[in-house]
């Protein structure tokens, strides 16, 4: 026994040796019967009969290997050994240390495990350890007000000899990772084996030296523990006045002593958050887009927009406007508008926004007509696009715009959604027609700037086409039907009994509704190379995080009031809506080409494994689905675009 000798409890119990497990009831007294947890464990793929009952803080965070290299012996390498440590046979019922190699950087790297199983053991599991968030070391997150005011929070947590022999050189400072404002100090046991007690966490405790040392050789000595000895250690985090927001605190006290002739260590480790007033960000670059964890914050604000007073250097600038919550994190960009500055300091906005929804389709009498959508309310008035140029070849050959001569320009029409339709004259059968599409801008004096090109599109013509038919079911029989069904044209299902809460649809789009606030809109195009869209109005916050919880209905939308509602698969909340805070919230956010091709004509169909969330396919003449929300959070064919406000988003229509 070394750096397990060291034995690191709570406070708080009634009497020495009793539970107390609760860390905000750590404030002195007499000595807990329970560990202070430090760190834990995810074992995803566990090893059976293997149960893991304490991670000592000098493992650190990342991923270890528990292994099974007997029927009954078991080995530990700590996250960051290059080699696990020795062998130990650990029986059925039996509790056993598992520890890491003999070396300065693995020492005090343990763990205790239990044998609850009789089976042989087999087998090796990666495991996940994490610092651990409000714990007795971490402490309570500050809210705004307290962080606003200041505060000084305190705990106290037991040192323990637990070993045969003295504990000697026991030296205690803070690593140099911790955040700002940590202290510590020791208190000898009375009598009784108890330290002093304080009401509540920001009572300050007396009595007591306070330390700050980053160091072994700055720290607190507290000498020698004798066997079965104990001393209690005091932690006092302050924070603030105006303390900055922040997600992901830290505090980490070492530990440093000798024990049976070895020189060990242990670590006490804790996280907690700092919350603080929300903001909008900017963030600009020249040549690159900004990356607010390494790149400078040129403003910032409670409202947007945000103004950064400079004098621009000449080529393309990017600005993105971010959102800061009041932890700290970071939403997603809300702006992207690439600024170009020549280098007289003018400025533009740079080439408008490429041609989207682009399609070429044969029609009657050996004509194709091609479509394109260009979204003008997407790119700011000093680079929208005035009028369309296309380039059409004839011959299967894909054109070149730096070269051929264009096929068509005709002007736009100022409206905030341009959509271009032009059919040729009549071809030869076969006639195989490829064509792409720019949107251009005038800037005047013979000046423009046009669009990076679509993609190229391509159909044949045919003279003779066949007219579209559907199989429907008829009485005594089958049949055929023209012209094909109609899908719904602002057809509406009612989510709750006030009929606030709704889908409407449309042929190719699904709108979700909460009364007057849009939530996403997702669409469909068959005829444009099967193209999806899915808009959220930037008035919304997309976040990732956890979202659980029993539901009330096994699949579908769960209404628990007009402004809460959750997404539910397998009778549990996996994405969550927050009207009064705006928040959609789900574990993760990813897209998937294997979504099914139709399902039922429903706006949330949820089955065993996931909800759906269709738009119907007039082309199909069924509901396709773009979003499904799974277990693991959100699976879409598309990526969420969530640059437009709502405004914006309904006017594309």
Known sequence: ?????????????????????????????????????????????????????????????????????????????????????????????????????????????????????????????????????NNVIGGAHIFAAAALAGTAEHAAVMLVNEGAGDIT????WIDAASSAGLAFAGEAVDVDGAIQVIATATTAPTGLTWQTGESVGTGLVIGTLAAGAQVGLWVRRTVGPAAAQGPLETVILRLGFTHAA??????????????????????????????????????????????????????????????????????????????????????????????????????????????AVYHAVQDSAARRATHWRVWMNFDGTTPDPDVDVPYLETAMNGQRREVLSHTTGALLDDTEVVAVVRTVRDLGEATEVWSADSEEVSATAV?????????????????????????????????DEDETIRFVFWPGRTEFWIDTELVWVIGYDAQAAETYWWYIPSEWEISTGTVSGAASIAGGVEVVSPTELYV???????????????????????????????????????????????????DREDYRPVVRVTVAGVDSAVNYDATLDQAAVEALW
């Open 1 to 133: 026994m070394a750096a397990e000798a060291l034995g690191i409890y709570l406070t708080g119990a009634s009497a020495t040796g009793r539970s107390q497990r609760d860390a905000r009831a750590s404030l002195g007294g007499f000595r807990s019967g329970v560990r202070a947890e430090v760190l834990v464990c995810d074992r995803p793929q566990a090893l059976p009969g293997v149960a893991v009952r304490y991670v000592a803080g000098e493992n650190g965070a990342g991923i270890g290997q528990l292994a099974a290299v007997g029927l009954n012996t078991l080995t530990w390498q700590p996250p960051g050994a290059a080699l696990a440590g020795a062998a130990v046979e650990v029986l059925a019922g039996a509790r056993a240390v598992l520890r890491g190699p003999v070396g300065e950087d693995e020492a005090g790297a343990w763990i205790e495990v239990e044998r609850t199983g009789t089976e042989n053991l087999a087998g090796v599991e990666s495991i996940g350890i994490r610092d651990v968030y």
């Open 169 to 172: 050189a026991l030296t205690v």
């Open 262 to 371: 070895e020189t060990s260590a242990a670590a006490l480790r804790g996280l907690y958050a700092v919350q603080g007033v929300a903001q909008y960000e900017l963030y600009a670059e020249l040549g690159h887009m900004p990356d607010p964890a390494t790149d400078t914050l040129r403003a910032s604000g409670a409202g947007s927009p945000l103004a950064w007073a400079t004098a621009l250097a000449a080529g393309v600038w990017y600005p993105v406007v971010y959102r800061r919550n009041s932890w700290g994190l970071l939403g997603a960009a809300h702006e992207q508008q690439p600024m170009v500055i020549d280098g007289a300091g003018d400025a533009y906005s740079g080439p408008p926004s490429i041609p989207q929804v682009v399609s070429l389709t044969a029609v009657s009498g050996g004509r194709v007509t091609l479509k």
């Open 463 to 495: 003279l003779h086409a066949p007219m579209r038919v559907r199989a429907v079911a008829l009485r005594g029989g089958h049949g055929l039907t023209y012209p094909p069904a109609v899908g719904p044209e602002g057809a509406v299902e009612y989510l």
């Open 568 to 618: 539910v698969v397998n009778q549990v909340r996996r994405l969550a809506i927050d009207v009064t805070a705006m928040t959609i919230t789900a574990a993760s956010w990813s897209v998937s080409d294997d979504l099914p091709v139709i399902v039922p004509t429903v706006g949330a169909w949820g089955r065993y494994g996931d909800t759906l969330f269709p738009v119907w396919d007039p």
